[in-house]
């Protein structure tokens, strides 16, 4: 013989108040997650081009040092 599921109401049990929690607040830690998260999204045809995240890092170290390289011969300091 099968045995039957119960389904579990969706209810506190007695001895829980929903006052007890406080107010419900959608989102409430989203702000704070936005502002310590590092996660760049990049565009579909540039995701292309970069096959993982060790890719990005290299192409922009190279970058980077071509824009210090141009900046010491061009004598501007930034």
């Known amino acids: 013989m099968k045995k039957v599921k119960l389904e579990m109401a969706d ?3 007695p001895e829980y ?5 406080g107010e419900i ?9 936005k502002e310590e998260s590092n996660v ?3 565009e579909p045809d540039i995701a292309q081009a970069f096959p993982n995240d060790e890719a990005v890092n290299k192409a ?3 970058l980077l040092e071509i824009a210090e390289a ?3 011969l061009t ?3 930034t």
């Open 11 to 13: 209810e506190l049990r």
């Open 60 to 62: 922009l170290r190279y």
């Open 17 to 21: 108040k929903r006052s007890d929690f």
């Open 40 to 42: 760049v999204l990049l």
């Open 25 to 33: 607040v959608r989102g409430k830690y989203a702000s704070r997650i």
């Open 75 to 77: 004598g501007r300091c």
């Open 70 to 72: 141009s900046s010491r």
